[in-house]
């Protein structure tokens, strides 16, 4: 038979009503008295479920996680890493995370998601770049928001952003150290956050090192940063004319699509040219040659992402807080030294 909250109730010489209080950690209960309950919990192996607090509470217990389709369905590894990180860490605070993708192009007649709708979240994660009329309907129902390697302009939201500018700085430093001064960026769209952080890095490491930033050595036009787009932003690179020696993009997936393009080119990564990503996929230790990048706490995002969330759920939004996420340089092939001429 499974152990009932009156079986607790029991064991600890207490009342029902006393341990249903000291499951929901009510303040009204002494500190004595609820480490005997505590105790009787533990003993008896005791789970109250989230349902159950629901009833009390009116809480639901779960975490919404909302992306866009595009991302999900480009088999991205970054926001999945991310999801896990707020999985482990919802378990931690006893919350369960219940995931949807949305599409890129949510209109004002596309519906909210169902967990929304029934009421069957408490706040929502936001991952990646969304539409703003999703935000602007989550607001209209005062959904707690936290955004996750985005943020909305002009809005005071809880977020857990990458640091960029940092990493494009390190990014560009390390071909700097390695004797590059011709030095390429391509990225997607730069109006998102993440990767205009990453191109000001980049422009202000070239500056400190007094070398002049050069437009056409940028493509910063690509709806998405992904392999194909990474393919293109490096065949426009050399159809521009352009003498470069290394190149740095914006994540690990166009640093895949531009070593594929320099590979047709009869070309040589690092012997011809240096290239640099972002964000360490896993995939980056089977390329040929491995990829030197930017490592990324994916998962420490996550977790952050549901430190936020509980904060702000507790003090019912009050002080929203920015976390900054370190990166690291992981140097492996795909980068080297260039040869004095």
Known sequence: MPVTIKDIAKKAQVSVATVSLVIHDNDRISPETKKRVRKAIKELQYYPTRSAR???SKKSGNIGFILTDDHFSRSEPFYTQIFLGTEFQAREFEYYILLTTISS?????DPLPRFVLEKNVEGV??????PDIIIRQLEDIKMPMVFVDYYPKG?????????NIEGGLQATQHLI???HHRIAFIAGDIRHPSI???FQGYKTALEQANIPFDEMLTVTNREYPDRENGYMATRQLFEQNKQFTAIFTCNDAMAIGAL???KEMKLSVPGDISLIGFDDVESDLSLDPPLTTMRVPKVDMGVEAVRLMVESLQKNNAYPRKVLVPVQLIVRKSTCHLAEE
């Open 196 to 198: 205009s952080g990453r």
């Open 177 to 179: 150290d390695c004797h």
């Open 125 to 130: 994660i936001m991952a990646g770049k969304v």
């Open 155 to 163: 809005k005071k939201y809880p977020v857990v952003m990458i640091d």
């Open 105 to 109: 192009n949510f209109g004002q007649q």
């Open 260 to 262: 594929q393009y320099i």
């Open 54 to 56: 629901g009833l009390v």
